[in-house]
C-alpha cells in the first residue's frame, strides 16, 4: 500500500512563501517520477510541476514557472515543491501523485499519475 502524505500548507498574504512537504510510505520514490498538482473549487486539477527520478530534468506549468520549485531528496523519500511570490489565484488545495510508469519523463496529465495523496490546502490573501 503507498501513501503519500502531504503537509506544509497553510494561510499566506500574496506576496510570501511557502514550502510543501510530501512523503512516501509503502514504497520508494526513487526509481519514479514525481508530480505536484492543483485544484481549486471548481476547477479541475491541474499540473503544477514534475520531477524525474534523479531530479536531472524538471517542468513547471507556466502559470508558475519563475516562482514555483520542486526538489526531492530520495534519502528520505520526500519531494518539495517551494512557492515564492505566491498569488491569489494559487489558492488551491495541492496534490503530490507518483508516476510509477515513469522515471525519465515528466508527464502533465492526472491520468499518468497512479498514487496520489490527499492534498494540503493553500490559501493566498490578497
Known amino acids: 500500500q503507498v501513501q503519500l502524505v502531504e503537509s506544509g500548507g497553510g494561510l499566506v498574504q500574496a506576496g510570501g512563501s511557502l514550502r510543501l512537504s510530501c512523503t512516501a510510505s509503502g514504497r520508494a520514490l526513487n526509481m519514479n517520477t514525481m508530480g505536484w498538482f492543483r485544484q481549486a473549487p471548481g476547477k479541475e486539477r491541474e499540473f503544477v510541476a514534475a520531477i524525474t527520478r534523479s531530479g536531472g530534468s524538471t517542468n513547471y506549468a507556466d502559470s508558475v514557472k519563475g516562482r514555483f520549485t520542486i526538489s526531492r531528496d530520495n534519502a528520505k523519500n520526500t519531494i518539495y515543491l517551494q512557492m515564492n511570490s505566491l498569488k491569489p489565484e494559487d489558492t488551491a488545495v495541492y496534490y503530490c501523485?507518483?508516476?510509477?510508469?515513469?522515471?525519465?519523463?515528466?508527464?502533465?496529465?492526472?491520468?499518468?499519475?497512479?498514487?496520489w495523496g490527499q492534498g494540503t490546502e493553500v490559501t493566498v490573501s490578497s
Open positions: 501523485a507518483c508516476a510509477a510508469s515513469y522515471s525519465y519523463y515528466v508527464p502533465v496529465t492526472t491520468g499518468r499519475y497512479d498514487y
